[in-house]
């Protein structure tokens, strides 16, 4: 009789213990879902539509920019970056961040050459830029120029345009060499030459 109490009793306790954890488990199933929405609020299109209606791009513009571009948030910083940075307008950087391959170098292009230049043709640094392939080399020649070389800021972009598009020519247009395994040499072809047997010509019947 003592032994059935004691069932009894542990069957309470645990049916006691049991209905909390089962009322907590089954509250956090309920919240988990909500708090990973709440958390992916706070992505790459989040942070690119908060950084460019900060720089003064319409909420419908911000919106459509952010939805198309394949790294929103480089395209966002990209933006951000040339607005605060030079004298350039965000709503002017816009589509260009848009069309570059690489926003981040675009911005870094755009910077440096409106650093030396003194601010003086901002938007053409946009377009040469935005037009260049390698747009952190394309920086780089006119800043090394221009810090070096008195040339009008027009003929330093043209010149390192120029440049940047023949060597991309010469880079695609080369033929790779060939890799070779270690220890080995290149094959030469080379003539044989004749062995003494051949040079005398073979006498009429005989063989």
Request: proline content about 8%.
């Amino acid at each position: 009789m003592l032994k059935s109490k004691k069932a009894v009793s542990k069957g309470q306790t645990f049916g006691i213990i049991t209905v909390p954890v089962l009322a907590i488990t089954g509250l956090l199933t309920a919240i988990l879902p909500d708090m990973a929405i709440a958390a992916s609020y706070r992505n790459d299109y989040s942070v690119c539509a908060e950084g460019l209606v900060k720089a003064g791009i319409t909420p419908e513009a911000a919106s459509q920019g952010c939805a198309k571009a394949l790294r929103p948030r480089d395209f966002g910083a990209c933006v951000v970056k040339i607005d605060r940075q030079t004298e350039i307008a965000a709503v002017d950087a816009l589509s260009y961040c848009g069309r570059a391959r690489r926003p981040e170098d675009l911005a870094t292009c755009v910077v440096g050459v409106s650093s030396i230049t003194q601010e003086a043709i901002n938007p053409a640094a946009l377009n040469y830029c935005g037009r260049s392939l390698l747009p952190v080399r394309f920086g780089q020649c006119v800043v090394g120029l221009l810090s070096k070389i008195e040339l009008p800021p027009n003929q330093a972009l043209d010149t390192c345009i120029d440049g940047s598009d023949s060597s991309l020519i010469g880079v695609s247009s080369s033929t790779p060499p060939t890799l070779l395994p270690a220890g080995s040499s290149p094959s030469l072809e080379t003539t044989p030459v004749p062995t003494e047997q051949q040079l005398i010509p073979s006498q009429p019947g005989s063989n």
